[in-house]
């Protein structure tokens, strides 16, 4: 049996309405966002037709506007941008999903900044329904022989326009509050969200007749137009009452996506210590979220400060972010600058460099860990303190004990101690030897090691006390002992029962006669077993 059939399938606007509104924003606060960013979009745009001498009138007091009024339920958002006529709005409003902001940047690209207007879905206008049973807007076009025109919908597919009064150009979008959202009548609860989303809008947004935004925030300045004080000054204003940061990187690309950005680098001395600030993400100085995970590179996550970029894609799910070409980007754009700010800073003061790196030293060698291409580049300035707190880079190092470390097979060790103190009879019988001994003694070290093996050459890591230090560093030179050989066998019985333990081992075979007679280790790879079983 063939059956074959082919049609389309009908989408009946009743039915979409309901679950654009429920579903197409987790957060109903948002609404807030996307009307105060439309208000902004428009006066932007008034702005620009000034500019191209579109519009002759006066510009005026750009201002929007926020307010409530607790007694009639309402929120009102106006802004005295561009306006619409009633024709516009039909064009503009009633279809969902066209946006006129795309629309305006097209028929002005060529004419300049397309950056500053926000809006591009064409869907952000519909979260008002999300707390509004109804919705009105009042607006008055800048267009000449226009007048001013009333919508008002109740949220299902009907809409209704009237004529209406307004004073001037701009627009007022007026939410009746449904009963379940009355917690946006509150005047904290309008604040918060404001303080979350519009902070750092290019226009004035006024609420309770105070503005709540810094319309010009630093990261969107030219980095020579700017001082350490500023720097230092917006990172109080992103984290109240944080201990300074070390120094920062300001970010600023334009091809083959835009990003423009401060991180920067506060104090930390291990992970475990990891600060609630987190790395804020705008686009086009509208916040959309603190959760950055896809966007920055994991081992940056620990940096503080802005990224806003009007090309990473929002509104969208994780896993497509993920998969988007523009993000891999921007993660590998990031993971570069990071990378060489850290080496500008290393070549122009070693010295400042080797005193900030117990906290740096965390970033470094994390993302040595996670990242090869970090790997190649820091791996000319990522230092290696050892036990006399003397600092070295790796080459340094290298060459520091080719001569002494390298064993009769001409593989070189490097000597390392996770615990200074409880290794200290270990380390003084290395150095006695005219051994080094590195100290590596952070979280992140044991995992850092084992990078460190898999990529050097013919060079070995080993834990002073994972065996005497003769077999640790075999120069094939045999040492006196203390004890005869009967002697050993005795004690190295007797020691091998108290510990009872078959990973550890007793050497008595190889103590030079100044030192411990005995000496109880445990071989490095099983050392590293247990650790890794702990962790
Ligand atoms: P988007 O902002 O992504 O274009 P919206 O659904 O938020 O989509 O808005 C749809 C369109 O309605 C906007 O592009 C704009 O043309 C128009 N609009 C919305 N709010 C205003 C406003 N306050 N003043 C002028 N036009 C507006
Ligand atoms: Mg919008």
Same mark, same amino acid.
């Given at each position: 049996m063939t059956?074959?059939?082919?049609?389309n399938?009908?989408?009946?606007?009743?039915?979409?309405? +309901?679950i %654009?509104?429920?579903?197409?924003?987790?957060?109903?606060?948002?609404?807030l966002?996307?009307?105060?960013?439309?208000? @902004?979009?428009a006066?932007?745009? %008034?702005?620009?037709?000034?500019?191209?001498?579109?519009?002759?009138?006066?510009?005026?007091?750009?201002? @929007?506007?926020?307010a /409530?009024?607790? =007694?009639a339920?309402t929120? #009102?958002?106006?802004?005295?941008?561009?306006?619409m006529?009633?024709?516009?709005?039909?064009?503009?409003?009633n $279809?969902?999903?066209?946006?006129?902001?795309? =629309?305006?940047?097209?028929?002005?690209?060529?004419k300049?900044?397309?950056?500053?207007i926000i809006?591009?879905?064409g869907?952000?206008?519909y979260s008002a329904?999300?707390?509004?049973?109804?919705?009105?807007i009042?607006?008055?076009s800048?267009?000449?022989? #226009?007048?001013?025109?009333?919508?008002t919908?109740?949220g299902?597919?009907e809409f209704?326009?009237?004529?209406?009064?307004r004073?001037?150009?701009?627009t007022d979008?007026?939410?009746h509050?449904?009963?379940?959202?009355?917690?946006?009548?509150? *005047?904290?609860? &309008?604040? $918060?969200?404001?303080d979350?989303?519009c902070?750092f809008?290019?226009?004035e947004i006024?609420? $309770?007749e105070k503005v %709540?935004n810094?319309?010009?925030?630093?990261?969107?300045?030219?980095p020579?137009?700017?001082?350490? *004080?500023?720097?230092?000054?917006?990172?109080e204003e992103?984290?109240?009452?944080?201990?300074k +940061?070390?120094?920062?990187?300001h970010?600023?690309v334009?091809? +083959?996506?835009?990003?423009?950005? &401060?991180?920067?680098?506060?104090?930390?001395?291990n992970?475990? $210590?990891?600060?609630?600030?987190? !790395?804020?993400?705008?686009?086009?100085?509208?916040?959309?979220?603190?959760?950055?995970?896809?966007?920055?590179?994991?081992?940056l996550?620990?940096?503080?400060g802005? !990224?806003d970029?009007?090309?990473i894609?929002?509104?969208?799910?994780?896993?497509?972010l993920?998969?988007d070409g523009?993000?891999k980007?921007?993660n590998?754009? %990031?993971?570069?600058?990071?990378a060489?700010?850290?080496g500008?800073?290393f070549?122009a003061?070693?010295?400042g460099?080797?005193?900030?790196f117990?906290?740096?030293g965390l970033?470094?060698?994390y993302g040595?860990?996670?990242?090869d291409?970090?790997?190649?580049r820091a791996?000319?300035y990522?230092?290696?303190?050892?036990?006399?707190?003397?600092?070295?880079?790796?080459?340094?190092?290298?060459?520091?004990?080719q001569?002494?470390q390298?064993?009769?097979?001409g593989? @070189?060790?490097?000597?390392y101690?996770?615990?200074?103190k409880?290794?200290?009879?270990?380390?003084?019988?290395a150095?006695?030897?005219?051994?080094d001994?590195?100290k590596?003694d952070?979280?992140?070290?044991?995992? /850092?090691?084992?990078?460190?093996?898999s990529?050097?050459v013919?060079?070995?890591?080993?834990r002073?006390?994972?065996?005497?230090? *003769?077999?640790?560093i075999?120069k094939?030179?045999a040492?006196d002992t203390?004890?005869?050989?009967? =002697?050993k066998? #005795?004690?190295k019985? @007797?020691?091998?029962?108290?510990?009872n333990?078959?990973?550890?081992v007793?050497?008595?075979?190889?103590?030079?006669?100044?030192e411990? +007679?005995?000496?109880? #280790?445990?071989n490095?790879?099983m050392r590293?077993?247990?650790?890794?079983?702990?962790?």
């Open positions: 059956m074959q059939e082919k049609g399938i009908s989408i009946h606007t009743e039915n979409i309405f +309901p %654009i509104k429920k579903f197409l924003y987790s957060d109903h606060e948002i609404f966002r996307e009307l105060v960013s439309n208000a @902004v979009d006066s932007q745009k %008034i702005k620009r037709l000034a500019a191209i001498g579109e519009y002759a009138g006066e510009l005026g007091e750009l201002k @929007v506007k926020v /409530f009024d607790k =007694e339920k929120i #009102t958002i106006s802004d005295a941008g561009l306006g006529t009633a024709d516009e709005i039909k064009k503009y409003i $279809q969902i999903a066209f946006s006129g902001a795309t =629309e305006f940047v097209e028929k002005y690209k060529d300049g900044d397309e950056k500053a809006g591009h879905f869907l952000g206008f329904f999300m707390v509004a049973e109804r919705v009105d009042i607006s008055q800048y267009q000449e022989n #226009t007048q001013p025109v009333k919508w919908c109740d299902s597919t209704e326009i009237t004529e209406a009064t004073e001037g150009r701009g979008i007026v939410l509050v449904a009963e379940d959202s009355v917690e946006f009548l509150e *005047e904290f609860r &309008i604040k $918060q969200v404001l979350k989303y902070k809008l290019p226009i006024e609420f $309770q %709540i810094n319309p010009t925030p630093i990261w969107a300045k030219s020579s137009d700017l001082t350490d *004080e500023d720097y230092l000054k917006f990172y992103l984290y109240p009452y944080s201990e +940061p070390l120094f920062w990187i970010l600023n334009d091809y +083959p996506f835009n990003l423009t950005g &401060i991180l920067y680098f506060p104090k930390v001395k992970e475990l $210590q990891l600060s609630r600030e987190k !790395i804020q993400l705008y686009s086009r100085q509208v916040f959309i979220t603190d959760e950055v995970k896809d966007v920055v590179p994991e081992f996550m620990l940096l503080h802005v !990224i970029s009007p090309d894609p929002l509104n969208v799910s994780r896993s497509f993920q998969a523009n993000v980007k921007i590998s754009y %990031i993971t570069k600058k990071v060489d700010k850290l500008e800073l070549k003061d070693r010295v460099f080797e005193e900030k117990d906290n740096i970033f470094v060698k040595m860990i996670s990242d291409k970090f790997y190649e791996k000319d990522c230092l290696f303190q050892n036990v006399d707190n003397k600092f070295f880079t790796l080459n340094e190092y290298a060459e520091f004990v001569e002494n390298t064993d009769k097979d593989n @070189v060790t490097y000597l101690a996770s615990d200074v409880g290794q200290d009879g270990f380390i003084q019988s150095k006695k030897r005219g051994y001994v590195l590596l952070t979280v992140l070290d044991n995992h /850092f090691i084992n990078m460190l093996e990529k050097l013919k060079t070995n890591l080993k002073v006390d994972a065996d005497t230090i *003769e077999k640790l075999d094939g030179i040492v203390i004890l005869s050989d009967s =002697e066998e #005795t004690v019985k @007797v020691f091998e029962e108290v510990i333990d078959t990973t550890k007793v050497n008595l075979e190889a103590m030079p006669a100044d411990m +007679p005995a000496l109880i #280790t445990q490095e790879f590293r077993m247990s650790d890794m079983s702990r962790m």
